[in-house]
């Protein structure tokens, strides 16, 4: 089956400093792919939908230069948490699909702490 | 607008016993249907899948699940539960008219299997 990595898989930084998280598909080419958040005990809270060679589509409250994405190929795309506060830490999960039919690959992801 | 209902924040269920996790959909066209689980600290895993055909859908880790459209249904189901089956479930919902679009998630559902 389609296969979707996320590095790093646990990072811890400064309030204030910037953290970048990479997702590749390993075995197939997502044109697009989805940034998810997610909080203890709470479901998957959809960030943006990030589409190869554009602009992310960001949801409402979700801030876009607060969190930049960027989709440069079709198999890596990247979320930037920029001067991060304790408040983002959180669980975020990328995922990625082939198309409306198939089920969405996920990520193992990334537990970020920000101290 | 699509939307999923998991009525039960948590499910608590004996060994050996049978298992339901419930889920209840809204969208405006046909309903593409998932379930995912999700282990501690980890992304979600996909179980099960209905896009068309057979009303009743085998999955992984003996799962299944039955599409009941007059209930706008699509119950998680396996006849004997493990204590390994101890996990967070999340079923999604994607309209099938809505193109390469993210899923819709539920708040997922805590179940706990005692020995």
């Known amino acids: 089956g389609a296969v979707v990595s996320q590095h790093p898989s646990w990072v811890i930084c400064k309030s204030g400093t910037s953290v970048k998280i990479e997702c590749r598909s390993l075995?197939?080419?997502?044109?697009?792919m989805f940034w998810y958040r997610q909080f203890p005990k709470k479901s998957l809270m959809l960030m943006a939908t990030?589409?190869?060679?554009?602009?992310?589509?960001?949801e409402q409250g979700v801030e876009k230069d607060k969190f930049l994405i960027n989709h440069a190929s079709l198999t890596l795309s990247t979320l930037t948490v920029t001067s991060a506060h304790p408040e983002d830490s959180s669980f975020y999960i990328c995922s990625a699909s082939l198309d409306q039919l198939y089920e969405q690959y996920f990520g193992p992801g990334t537990r970020l702490t920000v101290t | 607008a699509q939307s999923v209902a998991q009525p039960e924040d948590q499910v608590n269920v004996a060994e050996g016993n049978p298992l339901t996790v419930k889920c209840t959909y809204s969208v405006s066209g046909n309903p593409y249907l998932f379930w995912y689980v999700q282990y501690p600290n980890r992304g979600l895993q996909f179980l099960l899948k209905y896009i068309t055909g057979d009303n009743l859908v085998k999955g992984s880790y003996g799962f299944e699940a039955e599409f009941n459209k007059s209930q706008t249904s699509f119950h998680l189901k396996k006849p004997s539960a493990l204590v390994s089956d101890s996990a967070l479930y999340f079923c999604a919902v994607r309209d099938s008219t809505s193109g390469n679009t993210p899923l819709v998630f539920g708040k997922g559902t805590r179940l706990s299997v005692i020995a």
């Open positions: 075995d197939f080419q997502a044109t697009t």
């Open positions: 990030s589409n190869e060679g554009s602009k992310a589509t960001y």
